[in-house]
């Protein structure tokens, strides 16, 4: 079976910029939530979509957007980067419910010139 | 958010048992305790999870405090590829699909040949 799958898996981008992340979950899974993980340290919560709605958002700028799509899949969005958003940005993939585990991706990382 | 609190490192010798302490005295009655681990360049990975009652499965085992203050992860045999940062989670019961995983920095677990 396929696990979360993430693209890109690297991305490049100036200052200013927008960017756009892809995560398809695994099959069945309706819940997928986005993390922010700078280097050397632990993933951020950003959102959770459950079946195409927002379930929670963490504590981040207007700047970070999201939508999940009819099929489960999810697209995250950052406008006017600033280098400080060059991150490994991870997926997971679950149930949706804090009794259950989560399947996270490889991540896309971004880097911010 | 509920927060957890671990060492920073942990140092094991191979085939041997480790023991992976987690503080969460701010606990509630509904938080699950979530255990993940991130081996280098790769997104997290479930290890396990329980809410009251000590947990078994394949890869570890959840030991549970009774008063659910503290937790600790138990691999009962370390290997080499056992060595990964480890991270103890809360996952607050929002509602019935909301999943918001808080992570710390994490112990990173160190294998010795």
């Known amino acids: 079976d396929a696990g979360v799958t993430q693209s890109p898996t690297h991305l490049i981008k100036t200052r200013g910029q927008q960017v756009t992340l892809r995560c398809s979950p695994i099959?069945?899974?309706?819940?997928v939530s986005w993390y922010q993980q700078v280097l050397g340290q632990g993933p951020q919560f950003i959102f959770q979509y459950y079946e195409k709605e927002e379930r929670g958002r963490g504590n981040f700028p207007d700047r970070f957007s999201a939508r999940q799509f009819p099929n489960y899949s999810s697209e995250l969005n950052v406008n006017a980067l600033l280098l400080g958003d060059s991150a490994l940005y991870l997926c997971?993939?679950?149930?949706?419910?804090?009794?259950?585990?989560?399947?996270f991706g490889q991540g896309t990382r971004l880097t911010v010139v | 958010d509920a927060k957890t609190t671990q060492p920073n490192s942990m140092e094991s010798n191979e085939e041997e048992p480790v023991h992976l302490p987690c503080n969460h005295s701010t606990i509630s009655g509904t938080d699950y305790i979530h255990w993940y681990r991130q081996l280098p360049s790769q997104g997290p990975e479930y290890v396990i999870h329980?809410?009251?009652s000590n947990v078994n499965n394949r890869m570890a085992s959840l030991a549970i405090a009774e008063d659910r203050k503290s937790s600790t992860l138990i691999l009962h045999r370390a290997t080499l590829r056992d060595a990964a940062v480890y991270y103890c989670?809360?996952?607050?019961?929002?509602?019935?699909?909301?999943?918001?995983?808080?992570f710390g920095p994490g112990t990173r677990l160190s294998v010795l040949p």
């Open positions: 989670i809360l996952a607050a019961r929002v509602d019935n699909y909301g999943q918001n995983f808080v």
């Open positions: 329980g809410l009251t």
């Open positions: 997971a993939s679950s149930w949706g419910t804090a009794t259950t585990e989560a399947f």
């Open positions: 099959s069945g899974h309706k819940s």
